[in-house]
C-alpha cells in the first residue's frame, strides 16, 4: 500500500498534472493541501475517473486540504477537535480549511496544511504554535488510548525540523525567518516524543534533501530548498513502512507545485 502527501498549490490549476501523477505513481491514498478552492470549485470528476473516493475541506481560494483515496474513505472529519481559528484583536475569529482526516483502509489519515506563522512577532506565529499544541495533544491522546492505532499525520507542516532541512541554516537564523525557530521546532518534536516518527527519513536521508523550493531566485536549479512536508506515523504504521521516497521530478518543468509529493510504501494491505 502507498500513501503519499503533497502540497500542490493550487489544485485546479495543476489538475492535469495531479491526474497524471496519481496515474504514474500509482498511490493508493495521497493528502493534498493547499487547493485553494470551494467544494463547488473542487475536480470531483477527475479523482472519481481515476477511482479514487476523495474528501475536501476548502472555505475560501486560500488553504483547502483533501484526502483522495481509492481503498475505501471512512469517518471523514473537516477540522480536528478544538482546532483554533485565527483571530487579531478586535476581529471575529476565522476558522480556516487546514486539517481533514478520514479512516483508509484502517489507517486515519490527516491532511494538515499547518499555518506559516509568516514571521517571528506576526500575529500568525502565536496561532501556528496553538494550532500545533491542539493538534500533538490530541495525538498523544490517539495512541495512548489505543497503541495499535495506524494514524498517519501528513501534510505541510512549515517546519524545518533539522538543520540541514535547509540550504542554509546561517540564512535562515541570522535572518530571523520561520520555519527554524527553537518554538517551531519544539512544537515538532512534541509529535516525536508522543510516540510519531518521521517516517519518510530513514529512507531519503540529507543533506539537501528538500520537498519545497521557492519560486523566487531560481531556488530550484540552485538546489535551494527546504525540507518542510511529512508523514508522521504512529508506532504500529511507523512499523510497516517499507520504503519512501520523494519525487523531485514533480518540482520539474511548466507548471509545477513549488512542492515535491512525499512517498511511503507500507507492508500488507
Known sequence: MKIATWNVNSLRARADRVEAWLGRSDVDVLAIQETKCKDENFPWEM???AGYE???FGL????GVAIASRVGLDDVERTFPGQPAFAKPGIEPVQEARAIGATCNGIRVW???VPNGR????PHMPYKLQWLDVLRQHAKEWVAADPEAQIALMGDWNIAPQDEDVWDIDFFVNGGHTHVSPPERSAF???LDAGFADVARPFTPGPGVYTYWDYTQLRFPKK???RIDFVLGSPALAARVANASIDREERKGKGASDHAPVIVE????
Open 119 to 122: 514571521s517571528l512577532d506576526d
Open 54 to 56: 476523495v474528501a475536501h
Open 189 to 191: 518534536q512534541g509529535f
Open 224 to 226: 535551494e530548498g527546504m
Open 111 to 113: 491532511s494538515l496544511y
Open 47 to 49: 479523482f472519481e475517473n
Open 60 to 63: 475560501s481560494q486560500w488553504n
Open 266 to 269: 507500507l507492508d500488507g494491505q
